[in-house]
Every structure is written in C-alpha cells, then in structure tokens.
C-alpha cells in the first residue's frame, strides 16, 4: 500500500519509531463536539450514534430505512472513521415529530448503538461541528522513549496542519479522479462527487505548498508578503509589520498561513508568492476543476497543536489524547510519530 503523504516534509525529521495504528477498533476512539445546544423541539429528530468499524455513509443509509425516509432526509456534520470508535449526531427530517422503534435497526447491527435522542429546528451540516476529542494508541511501537520525546516537542510546536490521507482516498483515488475531471471538463450534478473532488485538489496544493515552507524553515516564521492570522483577522506581513507578526507568532497569538487554492489570485506578495504560486502552477488540472466550480481563494493556518495533549506509555503501548478543530486530522500528529506498520483488516 502506498503512502500518498511520503513526499511531504516532517517538521522533526521523519521518525524512527514504528507502530501499528488501528490494529483494534477501540485504539482509534473520536468523540464529536457540535459545540452548540438543540432547540428541543423541531422537524428534525437528532440522533447520536456509537459505531464500532463502520463508516458514516453506511449508517446514515440504514438509519433512513430505520425511519422509514429516503437517505437524502438524514445528514450528518462530519465524516467519522471507519476503522475506530466513534461518537456523533445524525440529524433525521421526521415532521410529524414522531420517534421511530429502533429496536430492529439496533439488533440487526450490534455494531451501532444509539445514545441520546433530540430535537432541533434545523438539520445538521456538513461543518456544524467545533471538533472532535481523540483517544489513540499506538500499539507495538518498537521506541517508546523516541516517541515521548517527540510528544514532547509536539506539545510546545505542534506539527504541519497537513491534510490527511483519508481527504485523498485509497490510494490516491480523489486526487486522480479530481485532476481528470479538471483534465476533461467533467460537469455533473452529483453535489458529493464534486465536493469530494475540490476539497482533495485544494487539501493537495495546500499541502504541497505547506511541505516547501517546512523544507524552507519558514513553518513558524512570517516572510515579506506573507498572510498572518492574527484574532481571526488575515493581515499581510510587510517590511514594517514583520518582526510585530514574528513575535506575535512566537508568543502563540498568531499564526503562519498557507494559502487554500480559488479562481482568484492569490493575495500573497515579493518572497511569499513564489513560494505558493509555483505549485499551483504546477498543477493545472487541479487548478482548471477549482476554477471551473468558481472556488475563491481561502487561507488555512500552517500550524497545528493538539489542545489537551497527554499520554500514557504501558509496556510497548503508547495512548494519546488530545481534541482538534474541525477540519484538522488526527494522522497528522502520529504521521510525525511514528512510521506506521500496515495493518491487514478483513474489511479494507
């Protein structure tokens, strides 16, 4: 199995360590946070599910059939892992207000559990969600000590906010059908695929763009032309604002970004600029699909630090926990851990 991610750099040099990621369900454990309270009332019955080694999409379908309403009637706000434990809410359109008997739908899949029922006055989307707590762990790692150490560094830099593997598909899927249809003008009507595609063909320059800063040493440092995120604001960096920014970043208030490809130039400038634009240049499949859906330029932060960070290591077992944003993957912390042992599943 291929690794799509190899050719990107690694802020601590490339680890040493190996380990198994996923070996069981339950050492891959997400817990969703929406961030917000329901109405309580509403057309929209919310329904939060514990799955154990089945993805979103599956349950979604056969919770509408539970339901008795059509797949398109049941959303979600965030794709969960399939090869895990995870905990999240669905939102099922059922006007009448009525609470169907899952009692069927629950005995036909042990492997899913509902844990609390509600109601709220509108459906969930896809982003309505704050972020997610992690419990992972890593298990046979061949140098424990390695990796505490490592842990350590992380908790004080954090690690590239690169998008994980997952956003590509298996083997790369995504990215190759997304340079096609950008290659051959490919128009549909199928939201999801489209979806798919843009965000593998932006989450891509994005990273590539994100790995030459890391290989210039510029992860944590403002350049002249540069876009800083300071209190949420996008603010160029200039000759007269540069040492400002730099030790705002430094001191943690404000952050590097990078940019997220549109049909718009980009908005960075002199040393900067020719850092990003070679790559999308340099991908003009990916770029004619992006402008072609009329995308517009977006920044996402370089850098990403896990909140709550601890661990445990217990004989050659390491457990981490830790919450991120929404839209940051958790692979991108183990990825700067530990090379991975490929583990065979009977499902994959």
Not at 26 to 34: G, P, S, T, Y
Not at 268 to 291: N, Y
């Amino acid at each position: 199995m291929s690794d799509i991610l190899s050719p990107l750099a690694y802020l601590n040099g490339q680890p040493t360590a190996t380990a198994k990621l996923k070996a069981e369900a339950a050492h891959f454990v997400v817990i969703e946070d929406l961030g917000f309270e329901f109405t309580g009332t509403g057309e929209h019955l919310m329904v939060r599910i514990r799955k154990t080694g089945e993805n979103t999409s599956f349950v979604a379908n056969e919770l509408a059939k539970a339901c008795g309403v059509k797949s398109k009637d049941v959303s979600w706000a965030g794709l969960k892992d399939r090869h895990a434990v995870t905990e999240q809410w669905l939102s099922v359109h059922l006007p009448k207000g009525e609470t169907p008997d899952f009692s069927a739908f629950l005995a036909q899949y042990p492997s899913i559990e509902i844990l609390a029922t509600d109601r709220h006055n509108k459906k969930l989307r896809p982003g309505d969600l704050i972020g997610n707590q992690f419990e992972i762990t890593l298990s046979e790692v061949s140098d424990t000590a390695d990796v505490e150490s490592r842990l350590e560094r992380i908790s004080k830099v954090g690690v590239p906010n690169y998008f994980g593997a997952q956003r590509f598909g298996n083997e790369g899927n995504n990215l190759t059908e997304a340079r096609r249809w950008g290659r051959d003008n490919v128009r549909t009507r199928n939201q999801n695929k489209r979806s798919l595609y843009l965000s593998a063909a932006r989450s891509w320059i994005f990273n590539l763009i994100l790995s030459a800063r890391i290989e210039q040493d510029l992860f944590a440092q403002a350049i002249e032309g540069d876009i800083a995120i300071v209190d949420a604001n996008q603010v160029p960096v200039t000759g007269a604002n540069i040492d400002e920014i730099n030790q705002k970043i430094s001191d943690g208030v404000a952050y590097v970004s990078v940019a997220m490809a549109g049909d718009n130039a980009l908005p960075t400038t002199d040393k900067a600029l020719t850092i990003e634009q070679p790559h999308l240049d340099a991908e003009p499949d990916l770029m004619a699909l992006i402008r072609g859906n009329r995308m517009r330029h977006e920044r996402r932060i370089a850098s990403l630090k896990p909140q709550n960070l601890s661990w445990e290591v217990s004989d050659n077992n390491v457990v981490l926990r830790f919450s991120l944003d929404s839209g940051c993957f958790a692979t991108a912390i183990v990825r700067e851990l530990v090379e991975e042992i490929h583990v065979e599943r009977k499902y994959d």
